[in-house]
């Protein structure tokens, strides 16, 4: 008999047989308004088997990442460290995933995600997923929880100087304190994501990030990179995590902010060229440069520590996502 000619309670329970395991009661959902709050992102570390970061990402963008982004999260991307002075480990991959949650509260929401987006086939796929991805990972030490800003990415208005110039042989005959700039054609390079650690003076990240944002990410925009954001560490109390949650032994210190940015070049090169004792050779050294140069010796001021690890990989971007229906029919019981 085709299930087409079933009555359609009874065809409803022949679908939720295949969908779901035996013992599984269907859990169809539907959803309040959207919250506001604080956003709030993760950052997650793993340590993967040697050349299975790819996979590791296919299985997140196929299986795991759409019934999050269906339940409100958006996934930044999943990126594997790189080493291009050289280094690293030949018995296993590191990589790194970021996440952006609406609030606190959000994110401990997904932790049960079927009851947010329902246990249909997409719930299926997500555990399938993440049961593959297991068996992939050799450990992790987050998550990371992050509040902060992702970088708007401008518009910057930085208008051009009224000066003129002449072309001369050698740096030595220019003379003056000028150097303007003209620009070659755009090199092309294999992108590198660059993901900066500091440790800062204890309640100065408010400062610290309106110094990146006014002084030092335009000049850096203008010559090419571009900002992913930048976030504090926070630690949420272990009474407000379930057991997968915070990291045993994480403890925020009473000395020191956290602060973790993310950052997009076109290549090492490009990053290179950026470095703050070079930079002019981009951008020249006009009043932008003045006040980016400015902004980064007082973050400087500020920074207790600091080290940056190199990550290439996938930007995951939101794409649309047609999750259909489950041809199904349910009356209320609660």
């Known amino acids: 008999m085709r299930l087409t000619a079933l009555p359609l309670a ?64 958006r996934v930044v991307g999943q990126w594997q460290v790189v080493h291009p002075d050289g280094g690293g480990s030949d018995e296993f991959d590191e990589g790194y995933r970021l996440a952006r949650y609406r609030s606190y509260n959000h994110w401990a929401a997904t932790r049960a995600a079927d009851r947010l987006g329902g246990n249909g086939e997409d719930w299926q796929a997500f555990r399938e997923a993440l049961a593959a991805r297991r068996q992939l990972e050799l450990g992790s030490d987050g998550p990371i929880y992050l509040v902060g800003d992702m970088a708007s990415g401008g518009p910057y208005y930085m208008p051009g100087l009224d000066e003129e110039y002449e072309l001369v042989e050698s740096a030595e005959a220019a003379g003056g304190a000028e150097l303007p700039v003209r620009s070659a054609r755009a090199r092309r390079g294999e992108e590198i994501i660059t993901l900066r650690y500091f440790r800062i003076r204890k309640g100065t990240f408010e400062e610290f990030s309106r110094l990146s944002r006014e ?79 400015e902004a980064l010796e007082r973050r400087r001021d500020l920074t207790l520590d600091t080290s940056v690890r190199f990550l290439r990989g996938y930007f995951y971007g939101s794409p649309p996502v047609y999750l259909p229906p489950l041809d199904e029919t349910y009356r209320r019981v609660r």
């Open 215 to 293: 002084g030092v990410w335009p000049y850096f925009e203008k010559n090419g990179a571009r900002i992913v954001g930048q976030w504090r560490r926070v630690y949420p109390t272990p009474e407000e995590l379930d057991r997968r949650g915070t990291e045993v032994g994480a403890t925020e210190s009473t000395d020191f902010d956290e602060v973790y940015m993310m950052a997009r070049y076109a290549s090492h090169e490009h990053w290179q060229a950026t470095r703050p004792a070079v930079m002019a050779r981009l951008g020249g050294n006009g009043p932008d440069y003045e006040a980016c140069v």
């Open 10 to 73: 009874c065809a409803a329970t022949l679908v939720c047989a295949v969908a779901l395991p035996a013992q599984e009661t269907p859990r169809p959902v539907r959803n309040d308004i959207a919250r506001a709050g604080e956003e709030f992102l993760v950052l997650r570390h793993q340590k993967l088997q040697k050349g299975t970061h790819a996979r590791f990402f296919e299985l997140s963008r196929d299986g795991v990442w759409p019934i999050f982004e269906k339940i409100g999260s």
